[in-house]
């Protein structure tokens, strides 16, 4: 009984206590992540079939520069150079050796296998951490052998959403005009493509004018302005049947249309002697209802994800600038307030923020600023832009951008551009032909 | 019985009493404060600045005193304003010094040389390592005893030194260390709560042992897949920078960590 309470003090005896030290890490750095993208390994007797199928060499590396590509554009991603790398396709898609991987720096890696089954696809992939020696993430897709470029993108969202926490943007479609000719007598296509300019469309023959295609949230059907016997109206296109038709009976021109966030009305503008006010149309019912209702151009309205808000740009105090309602067209505030003038207002998938263009001492910007106007951030400054359009993630923005023509009236041009929100990552979107008025759709594959 | 329940009850008195005595907030001895050391800021220049010795010092002042009163008799002023005698000479050499030194002066034409083998000879004396060994040896009879007295308090700080956490500069060097290595996802939702906690484990040279979140119940919950994405940056920044910038000494003090990574500052910028 003795020795049991003298062993019960011994363990009691003055123990040193130490308080846990704690630091609090508050900042870190934007670096682009060194990523190392494998090319996807490929059994010879699957390299044989896709070349014959697809007339290419080696589908696990054109897999892999898709993917690489897409990241590259972030601005998030540093993909290194295959160079560098020490262990093969194929074996690093077995097992990866990290300690090579992480002699050249990378963060993570992504390995694969392509191979063709039953004339079909399937494409494994894996994400790796290199730092902590384990397995991210491992996928299997199986497609039909020409959706090749989509499995590069789909890889490329699961990868970005794994690294960074927030959906992708890279298998998306984006639709815009395309533009041929001379600026004085213009062509104008309606053309979609994929969000990294390939598998190039045209929707429309270029018969008559087309503006503003606004994608739906379901992708299938677009609305957009078209000049049809010289009267302009919005007009609705499904991109699987190929049919269109026009929105509503409006006794006058109808234009900037846009589709609400569940898709099931189009919200647009109607201008009748000289006045223009904003109108919403049920797609079911054709029920139209009117939102605002006074004596000042209002018009671009944009609904907010939640669809209880709209905003738009009137000049109802004079000058142009960016309001906010509520859905019913009550309690219009005005959130703009710096000099010049705002239009074209897109709020955000996000509903966080509101994307703008403004006129100011005779150059353009594209900004982004808070539902209530506070934190107006100016993205990117030219000559002329416009018509800003969010990635379905809502962190990069897509808009057009058109160059000044010399004293020959020679040297115009217009092209795509995106910018994220940093205002530090802006590239050119290639596009075959000249091109404006994007607007991007949502996931594909959500 | 009742014997039993005596011992029983005596012993539990016992075992309470030492638990209490061993609480680190009663271990501290609150009267025997250590005594006040007073901190000099020292500003640190190119070149070192070696203190003279307090006897090295009361030489020198002797001897410009001498010089003073030898050149203001001999020598015209403006010479001697040049001239800057404060080499520590040995105590049997001053006196010779000081006559070459007003023999020199003396000729006008020599005047830039004489300056010249002044401030060389100023150069000999104050860089001359037999000379500075002296004075130290001779110094560290003084110091000596003030280092036994520091000695003692050093040690008696150590003890209460366990339970500090690091010093300013100590916990600075560390943090910039990890700001370079932690690439903070951009994806984040920042109105959410973007705090992850790991618990480190060091090795002496600051090389992990293990590394445990703290919060990791939160990376499967539903909603909380940022948490996850957030927690893996966190992990990949402790793992780039090993070995951490720890202090040098006290590896008891720091042998566990808990690093706190917030990303919401940097994502409401």
Same mark, same amino acid.
């Given at each position: 009984?003795?020795?049991? !309470? ?208 606004? #994608? ?18 919005? !007009? ?66 944009? #609904? ?95 808009? !057009? ?46 | ?17 030492? +638990? ?227 202090? +040098? ?21």
């Amino acid at each position: 009984m003795l020795f049991r !309470y003298i062993f019960i003090i011994l363990v009691l005896l003055p123990i040193k206590v130490f308080a846990l030290i704690e630091v609090d890490i508050t900042r870190g750095n934007l670096n682009p992540l060194p990523v190392a993208i494998s090319p996807l390994s490929i059994d010879e007797n699957s390299k044989e079939g896709f070349k014959k199928i697809l007339k290419v060499s080696n589908l696990g590396i054109e897999i892999s520069t898709v993917v690489e590509n897409n990241l590259r554009q972030t601005g998030l991603f540093n993909p290194l150079n295959k160079d560098a790398f020490l262990q093969k396709p194929e074996i690093a898609n077995l097992k990866p050796r990290f300690e090579d991987w992480n002699l050249i720096k990378a963060q993570a890696l992504i390995t694969g296998k392509v191979t063709l089954v039953d004339d079909k696809l399937r494409v494994e992939f894996r994400l790796w951490d290199i730092l902590a020696g384990k397995e991210m993430m491992a996928l299997a897709f199986t497609t039909v052998p020409n959706n090749w470029r989509r499995v590069g993108h789909i890889i490329t969202d699961k990868v970005y959403q794994r690294l960074t926490g927030e959906k992708g943007y890279f298998d998306t479609r984006i639709i815009y005009v395309a533009e041929e000719g001379p600026k004085t007598k213009r062509i104008k296509k309606l053309a979609i493509m994929d969000q990294d300019g390939f598998n190039n469309k045209f929707l429309t023959f270029g018969n008559e004018l087309v503006l503003t295609p606004r #994608f739906s949230p379901t992708n299938q059907m677009v609305t957009y302005l078209s000049y049809f016997r010289n009267l302009p109206r919005v !007009y609705l296109l499904d991109i699987e049947t190929g049919t269109q038709e026009v929105v509503g009976d409006f006794p006058g021109m109808t234009f900037a249309p846009r589709f609400s966030p569940d898709g099931k009305k189009i919200i647009m503008s109607f201008a009748k002697d000289g006045n223009s006010d904003i109108y919403t149309m049920d797609l079911e019912n054709r029920i139209v209802e009117r939102i605002t209702n006074h004596p000042s151009i209002d018009t671009s309205p944009s #609904f907010s994800p939640d669809g209880k808000y709209i905003t738009f740009n009137s000049d109802r105090s004079k000058y142009q600038q960016i309001y906010v309602m509520k859905s019913n067209g009550k309690d219009v505030k005005r959130i703009s307030f710096g000099n010049g003038l705002y239009g074209t207002p897109v709020w955000s998938p996000r509903g966080d923020l509101i994307a703008f263009t403004k006129l100011h001492k005779g150059k353009f910007y594209i900004g982004v600023m808070r539902p209530d106007g506070t934190g107006e951030r100016l993205l990117t400054e030219n000559f002329y832009q416009e018509a800003p359009s969010w990635s379905p993630n809502g962190r990069v923005l897509i808009f !057009y951008r058109e160059t000044k023509t010399n004293s020959k009236g020679e040297g115009f041009s217009a092209k795509l551009w995106s910018i994220d929100l940093t205002g530090y990552n802006e590239k050119l979107v290639e596009t075959i032909t000249d091109a404006s008025d994007p607007s991007w759709s949502s996931l594909l594959s959500d | 019985m009742n014997r039993n329940i005596t011992i029983s009850f005596g012993l539990h008195i016992l075992l309470v009493i030492i +638990t209490a005595m061993s609480l680190p907030f009663l271990a501290k001895k609150p009267i025997d404060l250590p005594p006040i050391v007073s901190v000099e800021l020292i500003q640190i220049t190119d070149k070192t600045n070696i203190p003279f010795a307090p006897k090295a010092k009361k030489i020198i002042e002797k001897v410009k005193e001498k010089e003073k009163k030898l050149v203001s008799e001999q020598a015209p002023p403006k010479k001697i304003k040049k001239i800057k005698p404060d080499a520590i000479p040995l105590p049997d050499e001053k006196l010779e010094k000081v006559k070459e030194i007003k023999k020199e002066k003396q000729n006008p034409e020599k005047v830039e040389t004489e300056v010249k083998q002044v401030s060389e000879f100023e150069k000999k004396e104050l860089f001359d390592t037999s000379n500075i060994a002296a004075l130290i040896d001779k110094s560290k009879v003084d110091s000596a005893e003030t280092t036994k007295k520091l000695d003692k308090i050093t040690q008696d700080q150590d003890k209460n030194a366990d339970f500090r956490g690091l010093s300013l500069s100590e916990e600075d060097a560390l943090k910039a260390q990890i700001f370079g290595c932690w690439s903070i996802p951009l994806g984040l939702p920042f109105n959410e709560n973007l705090l992850v906690r790991i618990k480190l484990q060091l090795k002496p040279d600051g090389s992990i042992i293990k590394s445990e979140i703290l919060d990791h119940a939160r990376m499967n919950k539903p909603g909380q897949g940022f948490y996850k994405v957030l927690a893996e940056s966190a992990l990949r920044a402790i793992k780039l920078c090993q070995p951490l910038r720890v202090p +040098t000494k006290g590896y008891e003090r720091w042998k566990e960590l808990q690093l706190n990574f917030d990303a919401r500052e940097m994502l409401e910028g």
